[in-house]
């Protein structure tokens, strides 16, 4: 029996059944490491995607930078919407004073309400007393983003990624709002009363003054916010294009390997059956013999 399992035909199909067993190993291989043809890509290709990984890492935290400083500058803007509101309220409040009809207790309310849009402006702004002046420093100021004061001298701008490289920096633009008009429109003595009254003469002037000083400043950080905003964009697609190149250097054709496993597993199951063919043909032989 077992010179006739040994007859050439056995023998062919046993050679041919071996090298797609091998080729077929190897596509299973790469299929199954996640895509990654990491034992064929070589030294070149390996190298050349740890460069483009770690620029890719870099313009990663890079675009996380520029999205935190668009988020800052959105609840800026938030809190000078609101500061805007009080001061347009405040002027209004300052020429229902100055009407001829105003009665003593419509004078009294107006004032009363303007003192409370001052405390509500001083309130979100803050600061020491040496900068807002008063009988005690405004350190709870809700106007922060993650910890970093939005309107004070704190804030003095810093710079802000928007690239891979150093050069490709954007810096925020300062928002200190504990100076200039706007100060004018809170500043307390050292008593804690506002040097600023519905009352004053030059009231109008003083709040119009602020309210450029806002709109300054709120037009400077919507400015600097497109742009961030821009850089965003730019950020995502230069990610995505680094991500395809290291897929291009490091990552199996999945359809194409699919398409070469199944091939192969198609021959191995034909040379298998084969084999089997041409182990059983002698016995058959052997029976015919035997009856």
Excluded: C, W, Y
């Excluded at 056995?10 to 059944?17: D, K, M, T, Y």
């Excluded at 008593?191 to 309210?211: C, E, H, M, P, Y």
């Excluded at 450029?212 to 742009?227: I, K, M, N, V």
């Excluded at 191995?268 to 015919?288: D, G, H």
Aim: glycine share 10%; no cysteine.
């Amino acid at each position: 029996m077992s010179a006739i399992n040994s007859q050439s035909s056995f023998i062919a199909a046993s050679r041919h059944l071996n090298p797609s067993q091998e080729i077929l190993g190897r596509s299973l291989a790469r299929l199954s490491a996640s895509a990654k043809s990491l034992d064929t890509a070589g030294a070149v290709g390996l190298a050349m995607e740890g460069k483009i990984d770690a620029q890719g890492e870099r313009v990663k935290a890079a675009l996380a930078d520029v999205q935190n400083s668009v988020s800052m500058m959105q609840t800026a803007d938030g809190f000078m919407g609101g500061m805007a509101k009080a001061l347009s309220r405040m002027a209004e409040l300052v020429n229902l004073e100055q009407e001829a009809t105003a009665s003593p207790e419509d004078a009294a309310i107006d004032a009363r309400e303007f003192r409370g849009l001052q405390e509500q402006l001083r309130g979100i702004i803050g600061g020491a007393r040496e900068e807002i002046g008063g009988s005690e420093a405004v350190a709870a100021s809700p106007a922060v983003f993650n910890g970093r004061p939005l309107f004070g001298l704190n804030d003095a701008g810093r710079p802000g990624a928007q690239g891979a490289s150093l050069d490709q920096e954007k810096g925020e633009p300062a928002a200190n709002l504990r100076t200039g008009g706007m100060l004018e429109t809170f500043r307390q003595d050292s008593a804690g009363v506002f040097t600023l009254t519905v009352a004053d003469a030059d009231a109008l002037q003083k709040i119009s003054n602020g309210r450029q000083h806002l709109e300054a400043a709120r037009a400077s950080l919507g400015a600097a916010r497109s742009q961030l905003e821009l850089s965003s964009a730019t950020l995502q697609v230069e990610h995505a294009n680094l991500t395809s190149a290291t897929a291009r250097i490091t990552d199996v054709g999945a359809a194409d390997e699919a398409t070469q496993f199944a091939k192969f597993n198609i021959l191995l199951q034909s040379e298998a059956a084969l084999r089997a063919q041409a182990n059983q043909t002698p016995q058959s032989v052997l029976k015919l013999l035997q009856g």
